[in-house]
């Protein structure tokens, strides 16, 4: 089975995951995918740079833009051992400017790390020069900076003096002269330092307008090649799409010649069967034209058979009519015997209705009868708990008109009672009970009493 890769989307400047069935990269993918990786790496370590010299932890000496010279001890240093640049490790000025103080806008990681090593504020092994950095300040005294850094560079050179001499046995004239010849001689000294420095600084300007102009050239290029890039993607996913619109239209097309095949061999199978059919009946039809030839009513064939096909339609027609009146007469039958069904089980459900009925009537009749007994019982008891009832209140009567008569009351206290006889009762019952505790604390009073007496006596 062929692998084919599927169509994605691949923007400019970006990683698009691009694989086939076989889950491998197209090698144009693996080129742009590295060019990518390779751009994306450039621009952190432009953002790692820019957030160093921000916070001024990294001091760009090779890039600086403001006034004042920069990396002059660096330069010098390159410019002096360029045939054998010991700290470089190159050998021609080009190659040690690139590597130990490249002047250039583009950014590599080898020209912050090598800048900073050789821009340190630290000497040069290949020259002794002390590499001097100018402050990124841009209130530099342009003066003092061009003094200290001569007078630094050529610090060597002025140390080796002529040889001591004995002044003590030369004039002040003599030793002022001498002076003087040793300012002439730095002063030129100086003054073609300065005209070589400049020469330098103008070559390294050219060199840096020619890496500017190579930059935007490579820029260009970059440019161009992504368009190209672009333009390929564009182009391959244009021919992965019409391959893939092309398959599938080939597959299409197979569908259809595969069902017209099968069409066509179906086809074939009923001629075959027609043909075997016609040799089958071959003799009905010299039977039907025998009929035809000695039947008056029939002149041809084809009446004969319309003859038949009107009868056997009315056939199926009547008995289609036949078993749709079976069919009604065996739903009426059903309908018939589900009403029989339902009128016996409510004549069952009447009967024991009734039954019930029967049975609640006799406990009705026996539970009147006992009702009947007990109100005769109750008839006849009534009278007799009336007779008690009577007693009881007469009782209480006389022993409340006795406690009266003990307690020597006013009989106008008697009007005070209530007309209800249960609430008089009561009243009675409690004076009579308040009597009689009142006389039995009175009785064991005078008993202790007595008792009291007995024993004093």
Wanted: hydrophobic content about 35%; proline content about 2%; some cysteine.
């Amino acid at each position: 089975m062929s692998s084919t890769v599927q169509p994605s989307t691949f923007l400019p400047g970006g990683i698009s995951s691009l694989y086939n069935n076989n889950l491998a990269l197209a090698p144009p993918y693996i080129f742009v995918i590295t060019l990518g990786c390779l751009i994306f790496i450039l621009i952190v370590i432009i953002l790692i740079r820019e957030i160093l010299k921000s916070r001024g932890i990294l001091k760009d000496c090779c890039n600086y833009q403001g006034t004042g010279i920069q990396c002059l001890g660096c330069q010098e240093c390159c410019a002096s051992c360029a045939e054998t640049c010991d700290c470089c490790q190159t050998t021609s000025i080009e190659s040690c400017f690139d590597a130990c103080c490249p002047k250039r806008e583009s950014i590599e990681l080898a020209d912050i790390i090598t800048c900073e090593a050789c821009c340190g504020e630290k000497n040069c092994d290949c020259c002794g020069a002390n590499c001097i950095c100018a402050p990124t300040d841009v209130n530099i005294n342009m003066t003092s900076f061009m003094e200290d850094y001569f007078r630094t560079a050529l610090s060597k050179e002025l140390a080796i003096a002529p040889p001591e001499r004995d002044h003590e046995h030369l004039s002040s004239t003599s030793r002022l002269l001498e002076k003087q010849r040793e300012v002439t001689e730095a002063e030129a000294l100086l003054a073609n330092q300065k005209e070589e420095f400049k020469l330098k600084m103008q070559s390294l300007k050219l060199r840096r307008e020619k890496l500017n102009t190579k930059e935007h050239e490579l820029r260009e290029g970059l440019a161009d090649f992504e368009k190209y890039i672009n333009e390929l993607d564009s182009k391959r996913m244009r021919a992965l799409k019409r391959a893939q619109d092309e398959r599938e239209l080939a597959s299409v097309k197979d569908k259809d010649i595969e069902k017209l095949q099968s069409e066509i061999d179906d086809l074939k199978q009923k001629r075959e069967e027609l043909l075997a059919r016609i040799a089958k009946y071959s003799n009905h039809n010299k039977y039907l034209e025998k009929t035809v030839e000695t039947a008056d009513e029939f002149q041809e064939i084809r009446e004969l058979i319309d003859r038949y096909t009107t009868l056997k339609i009315n056939k199926e027609s009547l008995l289609e009519i036949q078993n749709q009146r079976e069919e009604q007469l065996e739903t009426l039958r059903r309908k018939r015997e589900a009403f029989i069904q339902k009128k016996n089980n409510e004549i069952l459900i009447l009967n024991n209705r009734i039954g019930d009925l029967q049975h609640e009537l006799e406990r009705a009749e026996i539970e009147a009868r006992r009702a009947e007994n007990e109100w005769n019982f109750i008839q006849t008891t009534a009278a007799e708990k009336t007779l008690q009832l009577g007693n009881v209140i007469l009782a209480v009567r006389n022993l409340q008109q006795l406690v009266r008569r003990q307690q020597k009351a006013d009989k106008e206290e008697e009007g005070g009672e209530t007309e209800d006889p249960i609430k008089r009762v009561r009243q009675q019952l409690d004076r009579v009970h308040m009597f009689i505790h009142d006389f039995t604390a009175i009785t064991n009073e005078m008993r202790r009493f007595e008792q009291a007496k007995a024993k004093i006596g």
